[in-house]
C-alpha cells in the first residue's frame, strides 16, 4: 500500500492541509477557515480535514502540523494567532481526536525545515529560514536536522531587540510586540512594520504602494525603504552573529520583493565586523507550499 503523509499548515484564518505521496510530491490540497476562538470546533475542524485525507488515499496516513506560536517544554501553546489553543496541550488533544500519533512544530522552523531538504537550503550544512511577512520568524537546521533548543524557540530573530542606535538613527517610536516584550524587530521588519515605516516618511501604509513608488524612484519610498532594509540588514546580522549559517532562505510575502533580496547583503554586512561576509541570500523554492512539506517531513521521520 502506497504511505501517504498529511502536511497541515495552521495559520489565523486558515488552515490547509496537502496529501503527500512517499516522494513528497502534493497529490491534493486544500484549506478550510481557522476556528481560531473556538477549541472544540478547531479540533473538530482537524478532525474532519484528516479523516476527508484518509478517504482520499484509502489509508490511515501520517500527520505532521505547522502550528503558528511556541509550543513549550511541557506541550503547551502560546499563539497570537489561534488564541483557542493557547495553554492547551494541542499534541495530546490532537493525537486524541485523530486517534494517531502526530508531530507537530512552529510554522517557521517547519518551513526551514523543508527549504533545508530539498529546497533553495539543500546541500548547505547550516542553513536559517526566515519569513517576512505577518509577522517575522524563523528556523535553523544544521545538516538537515531542524535545531529547536532547550526550550524550543531556536530561531526567533523577530523578537529580538532592536538596537537603541536605530531607534535614534531613524527617530522611530518604540513599539509593543505581540509576543508580551517591547521594542522587537517583528513590528518594524514584518509586511505591516514595512508599510508603517513607509508612513512615518509621509506615504501611504501600504506595502505595494511603496514598492511602486520605490521602482519609480520617489524620494519618500527610497528614504522608508533604506530605513527598514537598514533594521532588517541588522536583524539578519543578529542571525549571523549567533548561528553564522551558510545561507539564508527568505519565504513570505516581503520575500517576493526583489529589491528586498538584492539590497539584504550589503545591509547585513553594515552590521557585522569588518571582513565577515553575508551569506548568500535566496528566495524559498517551494514558496507558500514550504510549511505545509515541512509537517509533511516532520510527520514521515516521527
Known sequence: MTTFIYGIDIGGTKMELSVFDANYHCVKSWRVATP??????FLNALQEMVQQADSLTDCQGRVGIGMPGIIDKQGLVKSANVPCATGKAIKKDIEQVLQRRIAIENDCRLFAFSESNGGAGNGYAIVYGAI??????????????????????????GHLPVSAQLIA????????????????????ISGPGLANIYALYGGEPNTQILVNQLRAGDPKAVKAFGCYIDLLGASFASIVLSYDPDII??????????????????????????????????????????????????GAIQ
Not at 481560531?36 to 470546533?41: G, I, K, R, S, V
Not at 557585522?272 to 517531513?297: E, M, N, T, W, Y
Request: hydrophobic share 40%; with cysteine; glycine share 18%.
Open 36 to 41: 481560531a476562538t473556538n477549541y472544540p470546533m
Open 132 to 157: 517576512i511577512g505577518t509577522g517575522a520568524g524563523g528556523g535553523l537546521c544544521i545538516q538537515g536536522s531542524l535545531y529547536s533548543g532547550a526550550n524550543n524557540i531556536a530561531g526567533e530573530y
Open 169 to 188: 538613527k531613524y527617530q522611530l517610536p518604540v513599539l509593543d510586540c505581540g509576543c508580551g516584550l517591547i521594542g522587537c524587530y517583528e513590528p518594524y
Open 249 to 298: 532562505v527568505l519565504g513570505g510575502g516581503l520575500s517576493k520583493i526583489d529589491e528586498i533580496i538584492s539590497a539584504l547583503p550589503a545591509a547585513i554586512e553594515m552590521h557585522l565586523f569588518k571582513g565577515v561576509q553575508s551569506p548568500v541570500i535566496a528566495p524559498a523554492i517551494f514558496g507558500d507550499a514550504s510549511g505545509a512539506r515541512g509537517a509533511a517531513l516532520l
